[in-house]
């Protein structure tokens, strides 16, 4: 995949991000397919996730009496990761990449090591960066695209 592509995708990372309802922070992601047909590797959106609270928990806000992330905030790449869970497309031939606006939190992290995800790509950092070393130990390259 080359460096022109891995920046497109980013940005459509962004622009699903404005999807999200969060006045705070906004964050988006990107799940592509990648699988080889003959000697040639091809990759295709398959999903996307925006941070998002769930219809009945929209009135309390995003953030909690102490200003932290509300717990019932779904995050980005779990929303995109939704996908593979309701569609069961995980098959041996295709592999799986993130791009998110944001590097994953340990949470995330560890849905996408139990995921067919073989590469995170993010733009920027998390605010702790010991879930991009867990992903790593678990076999998932990461990369900071910006």
């Known amino acids: 995949m080359t460096k ?3 920046k497109q995708l980013i940005e459509l990372a962004f622009n699903y991000a404005k999807k999200s309802g969060d006045p705070h922070l906004k964050v988006g992601a990107v799940l592509i397919e990648r699988y080889k047909s ?3 590797t091809h990759f295709s959106v398959c999903a996307e996730g ?7 928990y929209k009135h ?3 953030k909690d009496e102490n200003d932290k992330t509300r717990p019932e905030v779904i995050h980005a790449e779990a929303h ?3 996908y593979l869970m309701k569609n069961d497309v995980i098959g041996e031939n295709i592999h799986y990449d993130l791009f998110s606006t944001l590097s994953p939190c340990m949470e995330c992290a560890k849905l996408i090591s139990l995921s067919p995800i073989k590469k995170v790509y993010f733009y920027n950092y998390y605010k ?6 867990f992903l790593r130990k ?3 390259k ?3 695209i910006l």
């Open 4 to 6: 022109a592509n891995k």
């Open 80 to 82: 995109a990761l939704s």
């Open 50 to 56: 925006h941070n998002h609270l769930p219809k009945p």
């Open 60 to 62: 309390l806000g995003y």
């Open 142 to 144: 990461t990369e900071q």
């Open 38 to 40: 003959g000697s040639k």
């Open 128 to 133: 702790d960066t010991a879930p991009l070393e």
């Open 138 to 140: 678990c076999g998932v």
